[in-house]
């Protein structure tokens, strides 16, 4: 799965200087996450600890507490702090889940399910990147966290079932694999349609059934890969 820059929409596009990273990161989480709709208080603490500035490349570095995007090569981004934290909060992770974070990219948003206490297995498609990010995370401490190369469309299978599955591309239709990854009791929240697209939160029921909750219209690029080739539902 090729990850590309995507937005999500509202998007707080100000800059935001960072002369102390602590204190901005602070005046991120204030301002941004919690003066928004982001309650979950571990999702705000996780968010409060995570170093964003490195996850981005030094001259990019000052804007990383701006509440946008940011390139990291290879034509994919780092995404937005907002979009992040919501995600984060509407997975519902809580210490000792086991999640599945397809588009490893930096690495950050794995470093803040890492932060919940989660068992995190990542998956990117960029060799690069994949290689990138798994070396600064060991150097940050996040050994609860492993990366690896592959097409995020397939997920994890050995290491399934998960507790939650974040996916930070929008997918056609929903990707089968990760249903099936998805624990009774799990949460799959995912951006899904072509031109018009939602994001939504599916919910593994007992029998296998999908409670599914359509939380906003969004706007992400699409998800590449072996997702290509799958008929829309």
């Given at each position: ?15 935001v ?13 204030d ?19 995570v ?19 940011l ?7 780092i ?12 997975a ?20 803040v ?28 401490g ?23 599955i ?55 690029v699409?998800?590449t ?9």
């Amino acid at each position: 799965m090729r990850r590309r820059p995507f937005l999500l929409l509202p998007l707080l596009a100000c800059a935001v200087a960072m002369d102390d990273p602590t204190e901005a990161r602070q005046r991120m989480v204030d301002e941004q996450l919690a003066g928004r709709d982001i309650t979950d208080e571990a999702v705000l603490s996780a968010m409060r600890r995570v170093p964003r500035h490195r996850f981005v490349a030094p001259e990019q570095q000052r804007f990383a507490y701006a509440d946008h995007p940011l390139p990291i090569g290879f034509g994919a981004t780092i995404s937005q702090p907002y979009v992040v934290a919501r995600m984060t909060q509407l997975a519902q992770v809580r210490p000792g889940d086991r999640v599945l974070d397809v588009g490893t990219g930096s690495g950050y948003q794995a470093a803040v399910l890492a932060e919940l206490g989660a068992e995190v297995y990542s998956v990117e498609i960029v060799p690069e990147l994949a290689g990138s990010a798994a070396a600064l995370l060991r150097e940050l401490g996040y050994t609860r966290v492993q990366v690896r190369t592959g097409d995020g469309y397939a997920g994890w299978p050995e290491r399934a079932p998960f507790a939650a599955i974040l996916v930070a591309a929008a997918a056609p239709a929903l990707p089968r694999p990760l249903t099936d990854q998805l624990a009774v009791g799990g949460r799959l929240v995912i951006p899904v349609g072509r031109d018009v697209q939602d994001l939504m939160i599916l919910e593994k029921r007992p029998g296998g059934a999908l409670h599914t909750e359509h939380v906003m219209p969004v706007r992400f690029v699409p998800m590449t890969g072996a997702v290509e080739r799958q008929p829309p539902n």
